[in-house]
């Protein structure tokens, strides 16, 4: 039993166990990247699931595979190619993060994804908590990690009395509730029981010391970056007049600049074109 403080209320870790794995035998989802332990088919799912809801990955995720079914396919592919399979999932860096690990696991490790946490961490674009969940969903490891719905229901169920939660309050909790021999499942569960309580309660993660809220979409850079990238990719190298007619944004030339530095795209004297 957990010792009661302002911020963790008394609650039984093996009663948190069976009332998790309650909820998931009945009301499990199915993904198609629940169905593979393939270290490449799942690293391709985690990140399009960085920041991205699960109802937008279903729809590009077995498309994305069947263009680029391993990782030699997708480092031997063009940016343009990655980005055009990409489109619809936004934040276009993770693409491109995910192209160039690719060509470093072709290049460094024979095409076989490390399973190593410093290697993988070591990765463009892959960071502490994606690389635990990389070792769990590919391995069956257990590492410890935290995402927004594994952070919803722990602060849900062990800190239902607290104002402000950090990360580090939950992770020993985590480690705790984890079953050594069933990460893979467990942490589905976790997920599963996660994206369904705010449905029902309001959300807990308001309490998190992390939490913010996302800015709006429309209208802001992050949509002009997408507009850029689908024209582009859709009419060819253009000049910024001609990109300035579709996004009608007047942080036009900032933000081509931004995706220039970040090698999304190339400017050959007066047209912007996605990098080849």
């Given at each position: ?113 490390p399973n190593d ?125 001609r990109i300035g ?32």
């Amino acid at each position: 039993m957990l010792v009661e403080t302002d911020k963790t209320p008394a609650y039984n870790i093996h009663t948190f166990r069976r009332t998790i794995w309650a909820f998931y035998r009945t009301q499990k989802r199915a993904f198609p990247w629940r169905e593979t332990a393939d270290p490449y088919e799942i690293l391709v799912s985690e990140i399009m699931l960085q920041q991205t809801q699960t109802s937008r990955v279903e729809q590009k995720y077995e498309p994305f595979l069947k263009r680029f079914p391993n990782v030699e396919t997708l480092a031997g592919a063009s940016m343009a190619e990655v980005l055009a399979m990409w489109q619809g999932l936004g934040y276009n860096r993770r693409a491109q993060a995910l192209w160039k690990m690719a060509k470093i696991i072709r290049d460094e490790f024979c095409g076989v994804v490390p399973n190593d946490q410093e290697a993988l961490v070591a990765l463009p674009g892959i960071g502490e908590a994606t690389a635990s969940a990389m070792r769990v969903f590919a391995w069956n490891e257990p590492a410890v990690f935290i995402e927004t719905n594994i952070r919803r229901v722990f602060i849900h169920f062990f800190f239902a009395h607290a104002t402000t939660v950090a990360d580090a309050d939950i992770m020993p909790l985590v480690a705790r509730a984890l079953p050594r021999k069933r990460a893979r499942e467990w942490y589905s569960a976790l997920m599963d029981f996660g994206a369904h309580l705010p449905k029902i309660i309001k959300n807990p993660n308001h309490k998190s010391k992390g939490y913010a809220k996302q800015s709006r979409f429309k209208g802001s850079s992050r949509q002009t970056r997408g507009l850029i990238i689908k024209f582009l990719l859709t009419n060819g190298p253009s000049t910024t007049e001609r990109i300035g007619k579709e996004t009608k944004d007047d942080r036009l030339e900032k933000i081509l600049a931004n995706l220039t530095e970040e090698g999304l795209l190339v400017k050959n004297k007066k047209r912007y074109a996605v990098i080849s």
